[in-house]
């Protein structure tokens, strides 16, 4: 009976189609063409043709400071020599960039929409060159540079173009009683030039994901990369430059500086209008300390040591595929990484079993030699560090489940084993600093008063993660974490949300980026007040001087009459005010 009906329904549907053929079609057109026609002449962009401009040289590109070796980190290569900017050559590129953004911070937001979408586009067109110019400089494998690199460089810029406005969009603000004749708002203003510093661990979407922003808000920017990941920036600094002048737009306006602490120090100090660090606590602190001379503003993006919290209500091998991208996404070179993993007691034995033996059955090798699920890391020096991080764990007690030295198959390469550590215990070293490498530290608990203590128990406060299928006790205890960030049953994703702040606590530094927070942050708020109705505002003999001895009278009766408890008591002061006002008529002209 039901597929009777069915069929009926289907034959009646199709012969109305059939017998309507024409008109529909003619329907169709005129919708579309209503279309068409409304965004011609009520949704056009505001964009100003300009002539294509020379891409020229960047100030940046001109060093004669110390030589870098750009060396990649999987093979021990040499990709070629960069020259580090000198102070007085920071102070040129400040220069260009401050010409750069006078002309650019008059644009209008569909003008910079277009740029960040010419951006997008750039990415789709040169994805393989800038993956592989990630992979070079930092180790990192395929997936790892297509993912940390491309995909999140595209989303922010998305989140940019459609978001972005909004987020910069002038406010309006309440005016009370007393001002009922003025009208009040909060304009975002650009700042001029934003310094922003980045570390070596994502080379290209570091760089646009704050640079985007800092235009977007009507700035330039000032991009000082790491001397462990600089070789990608002479390509990327190109296709950026590209874009700005193909669009006839000053290229100047980003430019990506090479250079070590000396030139990350001038720049600091050079005049830019704000600083962005992104990098560890004890670098943090002096750049801080560097931008105090001149009240320069910073924020502040440092290092983390985050929980990752597995309740024992879990389906395991789902919670063991969140820990392992929380340990060891981009080989743990992630200020979120998931650097203690705080596991119930009543799956812990079995939890560390299953993490061992997916980590030892993983490959680990030289990027472009081949498919791996790690590559290696990209400065020698954290090698040495996580080495002996680990070292001093196993004396202080903990069990090596997997990993726990240099790669012996790559010595020529900054390689360092997938870890995993079992019996840790807050008292250990391991526990309180931050590894930045690729080491999963599972530590025990029982109850979750231990729990929050040892959660809480570092000087770090960036992220935290709960697993559980339990929602609200998850978000119970993330409730006592200190943290600026809380993801629940996953691992990271809150970065794929960019309308999300961006930022921690503590040690883990202050301010924010991304979201309308972070678009902000790069603004100067300036508060405007302003007569309502364009009427000048007459100003009342009472509050003229020479001061009348009766105006104290007349405003101590309209505080009562405002502010004062209680209907009765409100009365009262208004009486008293009118007959004040009565005795005294002109103190109100």
């Known amino acids: 009976m039901e597929n009777s009906h069915s069929q009926c329904i289907f034959k009646n549907a199709k012969d109305f189609l059939t017998a309507n053929n024409a008109l529909i079609y003619q ?43 750009c060396v990649n980190p999987a093979t021990g290569k040499s990709m070629g020599i960069v020259n580090s900017l000198k102070p007085d050559e920071v102070k040129t590129c ?13 644009t209008t937001f569909d003008e910079r929409r277009q740029i960040l979408q010419d951006f997008i586009d750039m990415f789709i067109k040169h994805e ?40 910069l969009k002038t406010e309006e603000r309440i005016v009370p009683m007393l001002m009922g004749t003025k009208s009040a708002r909060l304009e975002y ?27 977007f808000a009507g700035n330039a920017a000032l991009v000082k990369v790491s001397e462990w990941s600089t070789h990608s920036k002479i390509l990327f600094e190109h296709l950026l430059r590209k874009v700005l002048s193909n669009r006839g737009y000053d290229p100047n306006l980003i430019q990506i500086l090479p ?6 120090e001038a720049l600091v100090r050079s005049g830019v209008d704000k600083v962005l660090f992104i990098g560890s606590p004890g670098t943090g602190k002096r750049v801080m300390k560097a931008a105090s001379d001149s009240l320069t503003p910073v924020i502040l993006e440092l290092g983390g040591k985050d929980p990752m919290i597995v309740f024992d209500d879990v389906e395991l091998d789902w919670a063991l595929a969140i820990v392992q991208r929380g340990c060891f996404i981009n080989l743990g070179q992630n200020c979120i990484s998931s650097e203690r993993v705080f596991v119930h007691e009543k799956i812990y034995d079995q939890f560390c079993k299953q993490m061992a033996d997916k980590i030892n059955s993983l490959k680990q090798g030289p990027p472009e030699e081949g498919h791996f699920d790690f590559g290696s890391m990209t400065m020698p020096a ?30 020529k390469g900054n390689y360092f084993l997938p870890t995993v550590l079992a019996n840790v215990t807050e008292n250990m070293t391991i526990f309180q600093e931050e590894a930045f490498g690729p080491v999963c530290t599972i530590v025990k608990f ?39 960030m ?21 040690e883990s530094g202050f301010g924010r980026f991304n979201g309308p927070e972070g678009l902000r942050g790069f603004s100067r708020e300036v508060s405007i007040l302003t007569d309502r109705f364009g009427i000048k505002t007459p100003v009342p003999r009472l509050i003229r001087y020479p001061i009348d001895p009766a105006s104290v009278g007349i405003i101590r009766q309209a505080i009562y009459m405002i502010y004062q408890r209680g209907i009765a008591n409100k009365l009262r002061a208004a009486l008293n005010f009118t007959a004040q006002v009565i005795k005294n008529p002109k103190l109100l002209l």
Request: net charge positive; proline share 4%.
């Open 189 to 215: 203003h650009p700042l001029g030039v934003i310094g922003i510093i980045i570390p070596w661990n994502y080379p290209i979407h570091s760089i646009i994901s704050a640079a985007a922003a800092a235009i």
């Open 382 to 411: 954290q090698v040495d560090k996580v080495e002996h991080l680990v070292g001093t764990a196993i004396k202080e007690g903990a069990t090596l489940l997997a990993g726990g030295k240099r790669n012996p198959a790559y010595p």
């Open 94 to 106: 400040l220069k260009a960039a401050q010409i750069a953004q006078a002309e650019w911070g008059q």
């Open 446 to 484: 029982s109850n979750e008063q231990d729990l929050i203590r040892m959660a809480n128990g570092t000087v770090f406060g960036l992220g935290c993660s709960i697993i559980s299928a339990d929602i609200k006790r998850a978000e119970r205890i993330g409730s006592k974490i200190s943290t600026g």
């Open 259 to 264: 250079g070590m602490g000396e030139t990350g």
């Open 27 to 69: 329907v169709v057109v005129a919708i579309l063409s209503i279309a068409f026609l409304y965004k011609i002449l009520f949704n056009r962009k505001n964009i100003t043709k300009r002539p294509k401009r020379d891409i020229g040289i960047s100030p940046a590109s001109n060093g004669t400071g110390p030589k870098i070796d």
């Open 128 to 167: 393989n060159e800038l993956v592989e110019a990630s992979m070079r400089d930092t180790g990192k494998t395929r997936f790892e540079a297509m993912f940390g690199e491309i995909l999140t460089s595209c989303e922010k810029l998305r989140y940019l173009i459609q978001n972005g406005e909004k987020a």
């Open 486 to 506: 809380l993801t629940i049953n996953d691992y990271g994703a809150s970065y794929l949300i960019q309308d999300l702040p961006f930022g921690g606590c503590k």
